[in-house]
Each structure stands twice: as C-alpha cells, then as structure tokens.
Nanobody, 122 residues
C-alpha cells in the first residue's frame, strides 16, 4: 500500500505561489492515480487535481482550473501541485491521496497523507 507524505505548505500573501509535494512509497504498480484535495474551514473536502501515474493524464476541479498544475517526477516518486495566484479562499489543509482504481474518480481515493496547511493572507 502506498504511503504518502505532503510538504510545501506554509503562509503566503495574496497573489503568491506555492508548490506542494507528495512523496509516495510503493508508487508504481500499485496506485493508478494520485490526487490533490483540500478542506477549507467549515467546508467539505474538495478535489483539486488528479493525475494518472502511468499515462500522465490530468484532470482538474473547478477551483484549480487555470491556477493549479499537477505534475509528477517518476524518478523521485513525487507528485507536485503548483499553485499560482493564491487568495484567502485558498486557505485550507491540503492532502494528497492515492487510488488503485483503474478509472479514477474523486471518490476512488483510499490512501491519504497527513496533510499540509496553506494559509493565504490578504
């Protein structure tokens, strides 16, 4: 089973950027997709971006389109989330997750990291 560790969160001002990293063990051959999610205070968890590990396909949720980019470094078993033009509404706990489903949907992710906090100040 994949184990996931997020890093790269922190505090940034409005308009700034952050790059989150998700380091995965037992990466290929087990998981089919890696996804990034977030949970804002008082809100439900939402899917931001997911990536097919083997074919590199990507899909973005509405909150991420045009501002966030998911990518991977297979050599390092790491998936990144580049976040640009951040605003206070992006303040949240950010999680990466792995799915073993052949077709990945937002609800097919079963293995989760511990999360990394992102705080955007105005």
């Amino acid at each position: 089973q994949a184990q996931l560790v997020e890093s790269g969160g922190g505090s940034v001002q409005t308009g700034g950027s952050l790059r989150l990293s998700c380091a995965a063990s037992a990466y290929t051959g087990v998981s089919q997709c890696i996804g990034w999610f977030r949970q804002r205070p008082g809100k439900e968890r939402e899917g931001l971006a997911r990536l097919g590990i083997h074919d590199g396909s990507t899909y973005y949720g509405d909150s991420a389109k045009g501002r966030f980019t998911i990518s991977q470094d297979n050599a390092k078993n790491t998936v990144f989330l580049q976040m640009n033009r951040l605003g206070p509404e992006d303040t949240a706990m950010y999680y990466c997750a792995a799915s073993q489903a052949n077709i990945c949907y937002w609800d097919s992710f079963r293995v989760w990291g511990q999360g990394t906090q992102v705080t955007v100040s105005s």
